[in-house]
């Protein structure tokens, strides 16, 4: 199953021509469990619901503290049916596009596993929660210039494909910043004036499974002229055919464009780049060469340093365009 955020649009719009049912117009996405279909809705101030069907027996732990959206048991009644719901509703009109963004999480989280529909609801709203809520505490200036890697990356490869969004990965927790098909390309971005060491998170960070190609792509900025990353927002906007979904991975990183004005502080130019695929003969630790191609049991999360000046990996070089590399893949 799969829904994109113009679909619930016009799934709403459709609920908004409904009979009412108690308070609710409502309409399927479908989307079908044990307990019935799952259904966008309206109430009668005009919020937006995702309804989630409930056994009869089944207890919900509501969230009615929360400013954006609330969670609540509700019930659609009519002469023929009684059915519970677990309600998510949008209270801040203002975050419509990123309520949008979560509920085809939702959705599709739902669709994967419709007997555990409820759980599926619960695991996205608490990865998505906090950043609803708002997070008042802006990006570090190393975040910033991660992000600009990762946008200027992003931007150029919307000049190929204005659905590329797609390709970013990187905020929904994939081992690589980018991925399209079996390919992949992640972004390291220092603004160090010296040196090319980068920080490498995971075992699997550089590591791809064939017959997938990994290009790791290394920038390094200066801080004080060039373009800010809101610039930057503001250009993806301006190309990208999912507008919400773009918004919803800002958020994921900790952006928040309430925030522009602190950030069009910081304007980046890049002053090198280099590509590398990444491969045989690449020095990096991948779960392969860990005991039992896995993390020994008990540990923790690998995270080491890798100094490209000081490794044979300068053979590695690639005249690749991330952004063709990318477009390109399949």
């Known amino acids: 199953m ?10 709403w719009n459709a609920a908004a021509g409904r009979p009412a049912v108690t308070t609710f117009r409502a309409a399927p996405v479908g989307v079908q469990t044990p307990q019935g279909p799952v259904q ?8 937006r619901h995702l309804l989630v069907p409930l056994a009869a027996r089944h207890t919900l732990q ?3 503290d929360g400013d954006a ?4 048991r509700r019930a ?9 719901y677990a309600s998510l509703e949008l209270v801040d009109k203002a975050l419509e596009d990123l309520f949008n963004a979560l509920c085809v999480e939702v959705v599709e989280r739902i669709a994967a ?14 990865e998505w929660r906090a950043l609803l809520a708002g997070n008042g505490r802006p990006l570090s200036a190393t975040a910033l210039a991660g992000l600009f890697g990762e946008l200027h990356l992003l931007r150029s490869t919307l000049d190929r494909d204005p659905g590329a969004v797609a390709f970013w990965t990187g905020p929904g ?7 399209h098909g079996h390919h992949a390309v992640e972004v390291k971005t220092t603004t160090a004036p ?5 920080r490498v998170h995971g075992a699997d960070q550089l590591d791809v499974h064939a017959p997938g190609r990994l290009l790791l792509r290394w920038l390094r900025v200066r801080s004080d002229q060039g373009t800010s990353v809101p610039d930057l927002v503001a250009e993806i906007l301006a190309l990208t055919d999912d507008a919400a979904s773009f918004r919803a991975l800002l958020h994921k990183v900790g952006y928040r464009e309430v925030d522009g004005p602190v950030y069009e502080r910081t304007k980046f130019e890049v002053l090198e780049e280099r590509v590398y695929e990444v491969g045989p003969g690449f020095p990096r630790i991948t779960p392969s060469g860990l005991t039992g191609d896995a993390v020994a049991a008990g540990v923790g999360p690998v995270e080491y340093a890798l100094d490209l000046d000081a490794h044979p990996a300068d053979a590695r070089r690639v005249a690749l365009d991330p952004a063709d590399f990318l477009a390109g893949a399949s």
């Open 173 to 179: 927790g994939s081992a690589q910043d980018f991925h």
């Open 40 to 47: 966008a809705g309206l109430d009668e101030q005009g919020h």
């Open 69 to 72: 959206v609330v969670l609540r």
């Open 62 to 64: 509501e969230i009615l």
């Open 113 to 126: 596993t419709p007997d555990r529909a409820v759980a599926a609801l619960r695991g996205v709203l608490k």
């Open 2 to 11: 799969t829904v994109s955020t113009r679909d619930l649009d016009l799934i």
């Open 194 to 198: 010296e040196g090319r060491s980068i």
């Open 76 to 84: 659609l009644e009519d002469e023929h049916s009684f059915q519970s």
